[in-house]
């Protein structure tokens, strides 16, 4: 097991010993979580790194050994349970990018419902870096990211429904965020 799952090194670790074999979702990933870097700023020190941290694994429940119910926030969350990842690393990886409204669409609310949901700078923060990054790394803003999203999944899709749904809390998230780095010295 990689050490320090809560650190950007470990995670990245991590990440890499399960994505890359997925191609664009690695490509992903490693976009996120640069781009997770990029808005660092907008959260307190003490959190940057699970940040980081948080963007390289938000996306590790894609992988096929790691599928149980096929829902990735979640059974992302559950490995890195069984690894002993700090709770709030678990919690954010199962809760990124509106992870809730998929959980509703898919009858999973219960399950996902176990690891509790913080509403912070830096789930905003992971939000934000998720939903300003395309598939395969590409810089989006919000909505050419949300829009991308839309094109690829079927309208009726659980996906698609959901982030229909979760459009006006993501672009909170987005714009907060956003907001938080406009604030800082430059």
């Known amino acids: 097991m990689p050490s320090g799952l809560d650190t950007p090194q470990?995670?990245?670790?991590?990440?890499?010993?399960?994505?890359p074999p997925l191609g664009n979702r690695w490509l992903h990933t490693q976009a996120v979580a640069a781009r997770a870097g990029e808005v660092a700023p907008a959260v307190s020190?003490?959190?940057r790194d699970l940040l980081v941290a948080a963007a390289w694994l938000h996306d590790i429940g894609y992988a096929p050994e790691l599928r149980d119910t096929g829902f990735h926030p979640l059974d992302g969350a559950r490995y890195l349970e069984t690894l002993g990842a700090p709770s709030r690393l678990v919690r954010l990886v199962a809760?990124?990018?509106g992870a809730v409204y998929e959980a509703e669409q898919r009858d999973l609310s219960a399950e996902l419902a176990v690891y509790e949901r913080e509403d912070?700078?830096?789930l905003d923060a992971l939000i934000c870096a998720?939903?300003?990054?395309?598939?395969?790394?590409?810089?989006?803003?919000?909505?050419?990211r949300i829009d991308e999203i839309l094109k690829?999944?079927?309208?009726?899709?659980?996906?698609?429904?959901?982030?229909?749904?979760?459009?006006p809390y993501l672009g909170g998230a987005v714009e907060r965020t956003l907001a938080r780095l406009s604030d800082q010295p430059r």
């Open 10 to 19: 470990g995670a990245a670790e991590l990440a890499e010993s399960l994505l």
């Open 45 to 47: 020190k003490e959190d």
């Open 95 to 97: 809760h990124h990018s």
């Open 120 to 122: 912070s700078p830096v």
């Open 130 to 144: 998720d939903m300003t990054t395309g598939p395969a790394g590409q810089s989006f803003d919000f909505d050419q």
């Open 152 to 167: 690829r999944y079927e309208p009726g899709s659980e996906v698609h429904n959901a982030i229909s749904k979760a459009r």
